[in-house]
């Protein structure tokens, strides 16, 4: 599986987009990139996946550079509900489990 | 609304206790695991099972078995607990890799040994 990089940390306010950076450069073509979230003391919750093309749905944006190595993941309208350590995932079909890194804490603020 | 039960929220029990951790999933997934969360380790897979009655280690499967006699349900078992064993331990249910579909998981088990 590719390794990931991704901030440790981040702050948004209330209302704006927060967009987390995920860099995926070992990527490989049949890896999907898969974005979690884990509230504090929850188990973690899928958002969104995608292989190449951009990916929407009611929760938030992916957005894949043509290279595949990073992506961004985009919560248009950001709210202190989604204060939570953000996980981005790369996974091909044959790989059985998520391999979870460190993630960033993104902290909305009021 | 799709779901992973796990039995207990929380659970406390002594050194050297037989501990069994249940969970139930309600999707019909052929997929279950077995994670444990610590700081600064992050999630780190102890089992996981595609079948029934099947089973195969993830990168931290000593100290644990585990027990699928039923589709729905995937029990991690602490045969002899040790207060290295206290986590929190988390749950989760998938149809299969080849699909490339999304994993559910439940709310968790903080789990201690005294």
């Known amino acids: 599986d590719a390794k990931t990089t991704q901030p440790p940390s981040m702050d948004c306010a209330e209302g704006r987009a927060a967009n987390l950076p995920c860099n995926h450069s070992?990527?490989?073509?049949?890896?999907?990139v898969y974005w979690y979230r884990q509230i504090h003391s929850q188990g973690p919750q899928y958002i969104i996946h995608?292989?190449?093309n951009n990916e929407t749905n009611e929760m938030a944006s992916l957005i894949i550079t043509e290279d595949r190595k990073s992506s961004t993941l985009i919560l248009p309208h950001a709210t202190l509900r989604d204060t939570a350590v953000y996980y981005c995932i790369p996974r091909s079909g044959s790989a059985r489990q998520l391999t979870f890194g460190s993630g960033t804490q993104l902290t909305v603020l009021p | 609304d799709v779901k992973v039960t796990q039995s207990s929220r929380y659970l406390v029990k002594r050194t050297g206790e037989k501990v069994f951790l249940e969970c139930v999933q309600d999707m019909d997934h052929e997929n279950m695991f077995w994670y444990r969360q610590d700081p600064g380790l992050g999630l780190r897979l102890i089992y996981f099972?595609?079948?029934?009655?099947?089973?195969e280690k993830g990168d931290i499967p000593e100290g644990y078995s585990v027990s699928r006699e039923k589709k729905e349900r995937f029990s991690l078992i602490l045969e002899s607990a040790s207060t290295n064993q206290t986590s929190m331990y988390l749950c989760?249910?998938?149809?299969?890799?080849?699909?490339?579909?999304?994993?559910?998981f439940g709310q968790g088990t903080r789990l201690t040994v005294v």
């Open positions: 070992t990527i490989s073509g049949n890896e999907y």
């Open positions: 099972s595609y079948d029934v009655k099947m089973k």
């Open positions: 995608g292989l190449k």
């Open positions: 989760a249910s998938s149809f299969p890799d080849s699909m490339n579909t999304e994993a559910f």
